[in-house]
């Protein structure tokens, strides 16, 4: 009976070992950009990924990060792991914090949630300056401001307003604009759409054809 009891204490010891070296997990450390409305890359995290192997533990390691080709993007944290759930479609990115591709044994890809510059900016509407973006930034490539062409000679209240964005998407947000897209002008820099402005741009047109005529 004892022997019996030996033995049985003996498979239950057996087993449990076995399941902790069958469970024992592998931890990856990295690390990431970390913060919220971070102005330049130097803030990091320590990140740890664990998996069952190496390899695996590799392969789940992530960063995130605000993307900055959404115009009017709120979600401005950067950290470590993937997306929280909390962050709208399209307004986070996750990038891999190991690069599996390029060389055999692949190789540390951290604080690949690189800081991206946004801007903040204003345009005319109504002849007053508003922001355009909450104060939220935007990349460069995504400031446009719009108004009348310095050409134009009609009154149309849709189109002497002015505003925020591209001709395109201001024609397009009216169902009835009353105005045609080649009356309108898009620019790209902070408060470029101001009267001064359009008609700094009607001079020098003015003047260039002026000069071609005497040639």
Not at 36 to 57: L, R, W, Y
């Amino acid at each position: 009976m004892i022997l019996h009891l030996r033995y049985t204490a003996m498979l239950i010891l057996g087993s449990l070992l076995l399941t902790c070296v069958c469970t024992d997990s592998v931890s990856w450390k990295y690390t990431c950009h970390s913060g919220a409305n971070i102005i330049s890359d130097n803030s990091t995290a320590k990140c740890t990924a664990t998996a069952a192997t190496e390899n695996d533990a590799k392969a789940a390691s992530f960063c995130f990060g605000p993307s900055n080709t959404v115009v009017n993007n709120t979600f401005t944290e950067y950290g470590c792991g993937k997306c929280p759930k909390q962050a709208k479609k399209g307004a986070c990115l996750t990038c891999a914090a190991w690069n599996s591709t390029g060389t055999a044994e692949g190789s540390d890809n951290s604080n690949c949630n690189t800081w991206q510059p946004i801007f903040t900016y204003s345009c005319y509407q109504n002849e007053a300056s508003v922001v355009c973006n909450n104060g939220t930034g935007v990349l460069r490539k995504d400031i446009h401001c719009w108004g009348p062409k310095p050409t134009y000679t009609g009154n149309n209240e849709n189109l002497t307003k002015s505003g925020c964005g591209t001709c395109e998407a201001a024609h397009a947000e009216n169902s009835t604009p009353g105005w045609d897209i080649g009356d309108c002008a898009t620019c790209d820099y902070n408060n470029c759409n101001s009267a001064a402005t359009m008609l700094s741009f009607l001079g020098l047109f003015t003047s260039f054809f002026w000069l071609c005529s005497r040639n």
